[in-house]
């Protein structure tokens, strides 16, 4: 029998206070976010990752390295993982480390595979040393999925694709975790499992080539926003949603033998038909940015549509996503004008978690 979603945040703080979290990628915008909420559980994080890639970060903006065991190297370099974890113990793992853009998977597909598929079997090889641990969470995407373009949201069991660099990256890290979790996890107890998100924004978000970037950097230079395919649509959802669908999956597997393990997590049953160009226009009407254009790009490997249907995670976690699209676009927007404004950027996410937790 399933479980009713909840109403109020599904995580933990008795669960995650005092529990030795790795977690991967944490310079990263995700991963900043998940670093902040943890520290703010009571968890004690150690962070591994390369450093943050663009400037400005939210992880320097919020004084991240401050709250958690900050460990900067290259996943990518087996060695270098194996040493950096040596005599450390952890009672959980989020791996969210990755190549995470899509145009840059198509301008550098060796280094993407590298990271993504290369990086997470480093970790998984280093991470069958540890004596303790609990339960293992690999977050990888939406795009797992072989997309014939029909437009029906994917289930869980629909066979994995990837036309393109990182779509193909992605799923074959699928094939890593399982091939991991099959032949070594499971006959030692551990679970290990997978998270495909959907497209994720929030406050922070300073990568190259994500459409919340993009929008505020045009709407502070004041130069319109060329959109490639604002047709497409995508399973938006918030980071905070995004993040509480994760700790409330690690959760599960921890305590929960019958937990899933690869669940998808997006936006709330209709609430999926929200395009780029919607999404742009409402992020460009609240920071007073210009019009976008649009600017084709006739050679782009980009879906026109991707969907996600989130129902396994309602009945087997009780989670839903609580903010819709527009909402994510409100926080997301409000975010950023308070911090171009002079607020603190580690305070406002604060905020923001304890408004999330609150039910607010």
């Known amino acids: 029998m399933g479980v009713r979603p909840c109403a109020m945040a599904p995580v933990d703080p008795d669960f995650w206070r005092g529990r030795r979290v790795l977690l991967t990628g944490h310079t990263g915008f995700k991963g900043s976010w998940a670093a902040i909420w943890l520290a703010s559980l009571g968890a004690e994080v150690t962070g591994l990752a390369l450093a943050p890639d663009q400037a400005p970060s939210l992880f320097e903006?919020?004084?991240?390295?401050g709250l958690v065991d900050s460990q900067v190297l290259d996943l990518r370099d087996a060695a270098?993982?194996?040493?950096r974890l040596e005599g450390r113990a952890f009672d959980l793992v989020l791996h969210l480390a990755a190549q995470a853009i899509v145009r840059t998977a198509i301008e550098a597909p060796v280094?993407?595979?590298?990271?993504n598929v290369m990086g997470t079997t480093h970790l998984l090889q280093t991470l069958r040393s540890q004596p303790a641990l609990g339960a293992v969470l690999v977050a990888t995407s939406d795009k797992v999925y072989a997309n014939a373009e029909t437009g029906r949201a994917f289930a869980e069991p629909d066979p994995l694709g990837g036309k393109d660099p990182y779509a193909a990256s992605k799923a074959a890290t699928e094939m890593v975790?399982?091939?991991f979790a099959t032949s070594y996890f499971a006959p030692a107890g551990v679970p290990v499992a997978t998270a495909r998100a959907g497209n994720v924004i929030?406050?922070?978000?300073?990568?190259r080539h994500r459409i919340m970037a993009d929008v505020v950097r045009a709407a502070r230079s004041g130069e319109p926003l060329a959109l490639r395919h604002p047709e497409a649509r995508r399973p938006w959802q918030h980071v905070l949603d995004c993040l509480a669908g994760?700790?409330?999956y690690a959760q599960a597997l921890a305590t929960r033998p019958d937990t899933p393990r690869a669940l998808n997590f997006g936006p709330r049953p209709g609430d999926e038909a929200v395009t780029v160009g919607d999404l742009a226009t409402l992020a460009l009407e609240a920071l007073g940015g210009q019009a976008w254009v649009h600017a084709p790009d006739p050679d782009s490997l980009e879906a026109a549509t991707l969907a996600l249907d989130a129902g396994l995670a309602r009945r087997s976690?009780?989670?839903?996503?609580r903010y819709s699209a527009r909402e994510a676009v409100a926080l997301s927007t409000d975010w950023y004008r308070r911090q171009a404004g002079g607020e603190d950027a580690l305070a406002l996410c604060r905020a923001q978690i304890a408004d999330y937790e609150a039910g607010r």
Do not use: H, Q
């Open 80 to 83: 270098a993982v194996a040493r």
């Open 61 to 65: 903006l919020a004084g991240v390295d």
């Open 246 to 248: 994760y700790l409330a």
């Open 177 to 179: 975790v399982r091939a």
């Open 317 to 321: 976690l009780g989670f839903e996503s």
């Open 111 to 115: 280094a993407t595979f590298a990271a």
């Open 202 to 207: 929030g406050g922070g978000d300073f990568s």
